[in-house]
């Protein structure tokens, strides 16, 4: 055998032990191929009623923003017409009152003036350790 028939044979080796690494690998990528066609294919299974159920969730939301909408409507024009009555029975009644209140105060004014004839009582004095009186005070404590 001379030097190139034994080249020609180390090459025919390595082109076949490429080949069959190559061979390996494909049949591997082609096992990668179907298993993430099936993981495709399950979850366009399960997406298509998750989505039909979102969908139905958001229209039955919807029917209820469109009922709360009515609802707060309703209330907005119940406190307005509270608020129109409130002003208009203080319109009414709040004149008379703030003059009826005025008159009893003046009537309890009046009958509490003639209490004067009976000494007031003196106010209690507290002692508080530490602290000296101040002058203003020492004077009327002299001159009782």
């Known amino acids: 055998m001379s030097g190139g028939e034994v080249a020609g044979i180390l090459v025919a080796v390595f ?4 080949v069959s690494f190559l061979a390996v690998a494909l049949a591997r990528l082609a096992q990668t191929l179907k298993a993430t066609t099936k993981l495709v294919a399950d979850v ?26 009515a609802i707060a409507s309703d209330v907005q024009e119940v406190t307005s017409n509270a608020s129109a009555l409130s002003t208009t029975v203080a319109s009414t009644f709040g004149g008379p009152l703030v003059k009826v209140a005025a008159f009893g105060y003046g009537v309890r004014r009046a009958l509490g003036g003639r209490k004067d004839e ?11 350790v530490g602290r000296t009186v101040p002058a203003t005070r020492r004077a009327k404590r002299k001159k009782d």
Do not use: E, M
């Open 15 to 18: 082109w076949a032990i490429l």
């Open 44 to 69: 366009t299974d399960q997406a298509v009623p998750l989505l039909a159920d979102a969908s139905s969730a958001v229209r039955s939301a919807q029917t209820q923003i469109d009922r709360v909408d």
């Open 118 to 128: 009976v000494p007031a009582k003196s106010p209690r004095r507290t002692v508080i």
